[in-house]
């Protein structure tokens, strides 16, 4: 269980909008983060500078408030 006194921010991906969901991958290398722009962000995990790797522009009729990898 994650105990949120432990957690800590160890980077920071700027967007204008809001993010509502977040999952990564099964070996941790990308990050998937659901926005109220109506796409999907992709992060990679590893990377020295932040920055949106690739974006799913199919947007949706509203915002991503949850995200599952499977």
């Known amino acids: 269980m994650i105990q949120p006194a432990n957690v800590r921010s ?5 967007h204008e ?5 977040l999952c990564a991958n099964a ?3 990308r990050l998937y983060a659901g926005s109220s722009d109506g796409t999907v ?4 995990a590893d ?4 920055g949106s790797l690739n974006r799913w ?4 009729g509203n915002y ?4 599952a990898y499977v």
């Not at 160890?10 to 700027?14: D, I, K, N, W």
């Not at 962000?41 to 990679?44: A, E, K, M, P, T």
Request: net charge negative; hydrophobic share 25%.
């Open 57 to 60: 522009h199919e947007k949706h």
């Open 17 to 21: 909008g809001t993010y509502y969901a």
């Open 64 to 67: 991503v408030s949850s995200l």
């Open 41 to 44: 962000h992709i992060y990679d």
């Open 27 to 29: 070996d941790g290398t």
């Open 10 to 14: 160890v980077r920071v991906h700027e």
């Open 47 to 50: 990377a020295e500078q932040p």
